[in-house]
């Protein structure tokens, strides 16, 4: 990447040796062009973009001022001339999105939304109301200091809040749009959160919609830019995810209550969605560590 060493500033975790929190500033794009195992969440604010965006299956178009928010293992490309602005990498260990949920309230709007695009279009008075966050952060992790820690995540709690805000304020002007989603769609969003345990096919969710197939994934995808199997598969992983993370339970259990009864099965299911098996998942994200009996 061109750019200087000083421009990229790491927090380390005393305790795992791995990354905790990374921010750093881009000039161009080669950082973005191929995909990573990255095991962070990762925010991107580009204040000067034009290009694209590959992530979930789908492509999305990017311009100046547009901020993207990414999961653990959560793969994207992004290719892009210009393409210039600031990226914070931070790990469960150092914030976890799901035990803060109740605080933050990120979760399933910055993270793990399988209905939206990741990349939200900021206006310049937005970008404005995060750069002094962005700045604290950087000054933070720049001058260690009492309490560099605690202070450093109050300062991404603050800004994870703003920037939740900002891309509600979007979904909420969404509704309004004469292209709002079918009445249809909506019913499916609860069918997904009701039986993804147990209803893997999209046949299952046409059924009980009462509609075919090919008309429902065709809707999915004009209004969701994902096939009705991404979706489904995609819901199906962030729930793998927060129990991995979470929990100790074993991953033969977590398949079992997945509505996988072969545990190989789940295990390639989620390397072909996450990058990464369920395994490594696990022992490189933190929180609930691999137990030696855990598969």
Do not use: W
């Amino acid at each position: 990447m061109k750019m200087t060493a000083q421009s990229t500033y790491t927090l380390i975790n005393p305790a795992t040796k791995a990354l905790a929190f990374e921010l750093f500033d881009f000039v161009d794009d080669s950082y973005f062009k191929k995909t990573a195992d990255r095991n962070y969440y990762t925010i991107i604010l580009a204040t000067k973009a034009q290009g694209q965006l590959s992530a979930d299956f789908s492509t999305y178009p990017i311009q100046s001022n547009t901020m993207m928010c990414f999961s653990v293992y959560q793969p994207f490309i992004i290719r892009a001339e210009p393409f210039e602005g600031v990226l914070i990498h931070f790990h469960p260990d150092f914030f976890c999105i799901h035990k803060h949920q109740k605080e933050v309230a990120c979760n399933g709007v910055l993270f793990n939304n399988i209905y939206e695009s990741p990349a939200t279009q900021l206006t310049e008075e937005e970008v404005s109301g995060l750069a002094p966050l962005i700045t604290q952060l950087r000054t933070e992790i720049r001058q260690p200091a009492l309490a560099q820690y605690e202070l450093m995540v109050s300062y991404l709690k603050i800004l994870l809040i703003t920037a939740s805000r900002y891309k509600v304020s979007r979904q909420t002007n969404f509704q309004t749009r004469q292209n709002e989603e079918p009445f249809i769609l909506k019913t499916l969003k609860d069918a997904i959160e009701d039986h993804y345990r147990t209803k893997h096919r999209p046949a299952d969710y046409a059924a009980l919609l009462s509609i075919s197939v090919k008309a429902l994934n065709r809707l999915t995808v004009i209004h969701f830019n994902r096939t009705l199997s991404n979706l489904i598969a995609e819901r199906i992983i962030i729930e793998a995810k927060r129990q991995l993370y979470l929990t100790t339970k074993p991953v033969k259990a977590i398949a079992y209550e997945l509505g996988f009864n072969d545990e190989f099965y789940f295990s390639r299911f989620f390397k072909a969605n996450s990058q990464v098996s369920p395994q490594i998942y696990r022992s490189t994200v933190g929180f609930g560590k691999e137990q030696p009996n855990n598969r």
